[in-house]
C-alpha cells in the first residue's frame, strides 16, 4: 500500500545515488579545508626523516604507536618529496582518504550481512558522511582511520564466519593499534559455542583459542623487543598519562571544580592535557573502563551460555566494546570517536530511531565544537567549553547504555 505523500520522496536509487554525491562533497572539504589544523603529520613527517637518515624506530628514538603504524608513516614518505613536508603532506592525506574509501565499502557490504535496502543503505552512507565531515578536520591527520578498516574487517570476517581470516586481523590490528583487537574476545565467546556443549568444555575451548592468540602476540613482541630493545619501554609510554581533560573523569573534574569556582590544575605531559586531582579519581579513572568492559564480556559469556546471543548480535557488540573503551577509560582524544563511525552508521541504518541518531550527532557536534577553533579555551576553562565537554561526555556515556539495553532485551526475550 502506497503511504500518502510518497510521491514526493525521492527514490530508493535515487536516495542511494545523492548519498553517493554528499560523501564526495564531505571528503573534497575534508582535503581543501583541513590544512590549518593541529595536525599529527608534522611529527610523522619528522619520524619518517630519522629512519631516512638511519635512525631506527623503538632503537634510536622512541616511537609511541606499534610497528605496523609505521607503514603509512613510511608509505607517505616514499611516495613524495621528503625534503618538502608539503608534499608529504599530501601524499598522507591522500593515503588515509583512499583509506577511507575503502572503509566506506567495507561499510556497505556491512549493511549488506544486515539486509539493508537501498535507501536504508542510502542513510547508512549519508550518516557515515556527516558524522565524518563533523570531524573533517581529523579523519585524514591521523593514524586512526586505519583503526577502522581494522575493527570493520574484524566483524565481516565474524559474520561471514571466516576464522583464519578475524583471527590474523586481529594479530595485524593489535600490531598497529592494540585497541583493533579488542572485538576478537567477544568473537571467540560467540564462535567457540555450540547447543549442547557442557560449561567446562566451553570454558576450556574458550581458554585454548584464546592462549593460542596471546601466544602469538607475545612471541611476536618478544622478537620485537629482542631486535628493537626500546619497544616495550615506547609502548609504555600513553599508560604513564594521567586523567586526559577529554574523558568523563577529566571533564566531570573540571565541571565540578567550575561549579564551586576552583581553577582547575591542568598540566601537559605524555601528548595530551591532564588534569591534576585526588588519588581516589586517578585510581577510579585508571581501573573503571577495564572493570566495566570485563564485566561486558562475562555478560557476553553467560549470555551465550544461555543460546541467547545470535551472531548478528556482532555489530550491537563490537559497537559496545568501543564505545565502553573511549566512554570509561582515562584517556578519550576527539579521534577515537573515529573509530566507531562506520558501526554507528550501520547500527543507526537498522535501528531506524530518530532520538539515537540526535544523540550520536550531537556527541560528534561537540566534540568539532571543542576541538576545531576551541580547544586552547577549553583548557583556559571557558565556562561554555567545560560545560559541553561534560555533556558530551554523558551523551556518550547514555548511548552506550542505551545500546547495551537494547540488547540486553533482545537476549532476555530469546
Not at 38 to 59: M, T
Not at 81 to 107: A, E, P, Q, R
Not at 136 to 152: A, C, S
Request: aromatic share 18%.
Amino acid at each position: 500500500m502506497q503511504i500518502k505523500g510518497q510521491k514526493n520522496f525521492p527514490s530508493s536509487e535515487a536516495s542511494f545515488q545523492i548519498s553517493i554525491f554528499f560523501f564526495v562533497i564531505t571528503r573534497i572539504i575534508a582535503l581543501l579545508f583541513s590544512y590549518n589544523v593541529l595536525s599529527d603529520i608534522i611529527f610523522y613527517y619528522g619520524d619518517y626523516n630519522k629512519f631516512f637518515y638511519s635512525l631506527i624506530p623503538y632503537v634510536h628514538f622512541d616511537f609511541e604507536y606499534q610497528p605496523l603504524s609505521l607503514i603509512p608513516i613510511f608509505a607517505s614518505g616514499i611516495f613524495s618529496n621528503t625534503s618538502n613536508i608539503g608534499n608529504y603532506y599530501l601524499t598522507f592525506i591522500t593515503l588515509m582518504m583512499v583509506v577511507d574509501i575503502f572503509n566506506l565499502y567495507l561499510s556497505i557490504q556491512l549493511g549488506k550481512k544486515y539486509n539493508l535496502d537501498r535507501r536504508s543503505m542510502g542513510f547508512m552512507i549519508l550518516s557515515y558522511s556527516l558524522l565524518s565531515l563533523l570531524l573533517f578536520k581529523l579523519i585524514y591527520h591521523r593514524l586512526d582511520i586505519v583503526v577502522t578498516t581494522f575493527i570493520l574487517l574484524s566483524a565481516l570476517a565474524f559474520l561471514n564466519k571466516k576464522k583464519g581470516l578475524l583471527y590474523l586481523n586481529s594479530y595485524l590490528g593489535f600490531f598497529y593499534k592494540i585497541i583493533s583487537a579488542f572485538s576478537l574476545p567477544a568473537a571467540i565467546i560467540i564462535n567457540e559455542h555450540h547447543k549442547g556443549i557442557s560449561t567446562r568444555t566451553y570454558i576450556k575451548k574458550i581458554s585454548t583459542e584464546s592462549l593460542k592468540f596471546l601466544f602469538y602476540l607475545v612471541a611476536t613482541m618478544i622478537v620485537i623487543q629482542i631486535i628493537a630493545n626500546e619497544y616495550i619501554y615506547s609502548l609504555l609510554y600513553h599508560t604513564k598519562r594521567g586523567i586526559q581533560i577529554e574523558s568523563i573523569y577529566g571533564s566531570s573534574a573540571l565541571f565540578f571544580n567550575f561549579l564551586t569556582n576552583k581553577i582547575s590544575q591542568i598540566e601537559f605531559n605524555y601528548g595530551s592535557f591532564n588534569i591534576v586531582t585526588n588519588k581516589y579519581l586517578e585510581v577510579l579513572a585508571k581501573y573503571l573502563g577495564f572493570v566495566i568492559l570485563a564485566s561486558f564480556y562475562l555478560f557476553l559469556f553467560i549470555s551465550t551460555l544461555k543460546n541467547r546471543i545470535n551472531r548478528s548480535d556482532f555489530l550491537e557488540i563490537s559497537l559496545l566494546i568501543f564505545l565502553i573503551f573511549i566512554s570509561f577509560q582515562r584517556v578519550l582524544s576527539p579521534q577515537f570517536l573515529i573509530w566507531i563511525i562506520p558501526l554507528f552508521s550501520v547500527y543507526l541504518s537498522i535501528n531506524k530511531s530518530n532520538f539515537n541518531f540526535i544523540i550520536v550527532c550531537l556527541i560528534y557536534l561537540i566534540t568539532a565544537i571543542i576541538f576545531y577553533p576551541n580547544y586552547h579555551s577549553l583548557t583556559n576553562q571557558e565556562p561554555i567549553l567545560i560545560n559541553l565537554l561534560f555533556i558530551r561526555n554523558l551523551l556518550l556515556i547514555f548511548i552506550t547504555f542505551r545500546i547495551f539495553n537494547n540488547l540486553f532485551k533482545k537476549t532476555n526475550d530469546r
